[in-house]
């Protein structure tokens, strides 16, 4: 019988924003505890990437990116909507890795080239030759005025807007430091240039 027919109900659009980072953080910020733990499932990764590019080392990754969501949940309160979550997020794990850079003084990264090490790499048989590994370790000896805004844009796809509001920059500041990482990396890694074809 037609009679017994329900009638269709419409579908809303909360449907499509129920899990949006703004609304997560407002229902968090009203007691939702389960809302934080959705924020960092959906966060996780990128965090934890970002972490590791920063860092060109697997070793720290888990406990830096526990710390960043340890500030997360109890800074969250103080997050002002004015740009993207991301951005502020991005902002407070650049400065942890930061503050571990400087707690386990790893500033002599940066005469790496100068070491016996760099040397090894370049005469390195081609089967122990790690490209990856290698364009990490280039991208690690940057000064971290040009890592940061680099790594932001080619490993984590971020607009120069974005690295401008992250880093708290002017953005034709952004894009001057990128252009002088990449050419920072084009050098360095030129005597290698064969085994990276």
């Not at 007691?31 to 697997?58: C, M, P, W």
Request: charged share 30%.
């Amino acid at each position: 019988m037609n009679n017994k027919q329900k009638p269709e109900m419409p579908i809303t659009q909360t449907v499509f924003t129920l899990d949006d980072d703004f609304s997560l953080i407002n229902a968090f910020n009203d007691g939702d505890q389960s809302a934080f733990s959705r924020l960092v499932s959906r966060h996780k990764e990128k965090v934890r990437n970002l972490i590791y590019a920063t860092l060109g080392d697997a070793r720290n990754v888990e406990d830096i990116s526990q710390e960043v969501f340890i500030i997360v949940y109890h800074k969250l309160h103080t997050f002002r909507f004015q740009s993207r979550f991301t951005t502020w997020l991005y902002r407070i794990t650049i400065n942890k890795c930061k503050d571990h850079l400087r707690r386990v003084k790893l500033r002599s990264i940066f005469t790496y080239l100068h070491s016996e090490d760099a040397e090894k790499v370049t005469v390195s048989s081609s089967e122990s030759f790690d490209i990856k590994q290698v364009v990490r370790e280039a991208v690690n000896r940057l000064p971290e005025k040009l890592r940061y805004p680099l790594i932001l844009r080619d490993f984590e796809g971020c607009s120069y807007e974005e690295i401008a509001d992250v880093l708290e920059t002017e953005i034709g500041t952004v894009k001057s430091r990128i252009f002088r990482a990449r050419e920072f990396l084009k050098k360095d890694l030129e005597p290698l240039k064969n085994e990276l074809l």
